[in-house]
């Protein structure tokens, strides 16, 4: 069974500081994706990398896939309130029709 | 953009009721999902289908059924609703996985209470 491990599952950080969220795993994906949920709304695509070792920057967010395409990262430089949400990552193992889901790491920003 | 619109939003049930949760999308997309979402639990994938008329089970498939008979429309049925199908339902669409992006469209989610 593919597993994707989010960590942290839960985090609370004040506005201005940095911080990373981390999506690992044993399995290789043919690409990763980033989402980003928030309260009473479904899951928005934020970015996909497909390149081991590949990085992506979204204004202050930056995304990295792992160089054996095993893992990634987000990290959010100055967080900001508008970034409080619910952080999901899914790996496309390429060979069968389902995303893999990590858990989330739920993020609040106070400002 | 209409995207993927679910219908109802929310539905409170009894122990037993029966019900469907409509999904449409407007991206002429292949593939179609349904997730639900649990505190702790994440998305789990409930039923999917590849195409028109074509269905598959997910990893939490008991007490769901679905049809897909339209290409732009998928269906979730509760036969007899139980208290531990109370979640968050989201449906979403996508080219799938492998080809493109992989990018999944989701809706905005049905919330269903079973008492």
């Known amino acids: 069974t593919q597993l994707l491990e989010q960590s942290p599952q839960f985090l609370s950080i004040q506005e201005g500081e940095n911080l990373t969220v981390y999506c690992n795993s044993s399995?290789?994906?043919?690409?990763l994706q980033w989402y980003r949920q928030e309260p009473g709304e479904g899951p928005v695509l934020l970015v996909t990398?497909?390149?081991g070792g590949e990085v992506k920057k979204l204004k202050r967010l930056t995304f990295q896939f792992g160089d054996a395409r095993k893992d990634s990262s987000l990290h959010i430089t100055a967080a900001q309130p508008g970034d409080t949400g619910l952080y999901l990552c899914?790996?496309?193992?390429?060979?069968?029709?389902?995303?893999?889901w990590g858990l989330g790491t739920s993020l609040a920003v106070n400002p | 953009n209409a995207g993927v619109t679910q219908t109802p939003k929310f539905r409170v049930l009894k122990t037993g009721q029966s019900m469907t949760l409509l999904c449409a999308q407007d991206m002429n997309h292949e593939y179609m999902y349904w997730y639900r979402q649990d505190p702790g639990m994440g998305l789990r994938l409930i039923h999917y289908s590849v195409g028109e008329g074509t269905t598959a089970k997910g990893e939490v498939p008991d007490g769901y059924n679905v049809s897909r008979l339209k290409k732009q429309n998928f269906l979730l049925g509760l036969e007899s609703a139980a208290p531990s199908q109370t979640s968050v339902y989201f449906c979403?669409?996508?080219?799938?996985?492998?080809?493109?992006?992989?990018?999944?469209?989701f809706g905005e989610g049905s919330r269903l209470t079973v008492l």
């Open positions: 990398v497909v390149t």
């Open positions: 979403a669409s996508g080219q799938g996985p492998g080809r493109g992006t992989g990018e999944l469209f």
């Open positions: 399995s290789v994906f043919s690409s």
């Open positions: 899914a790996g496309d193992a390429g060979n069968n029709r389902k995303l893999i």
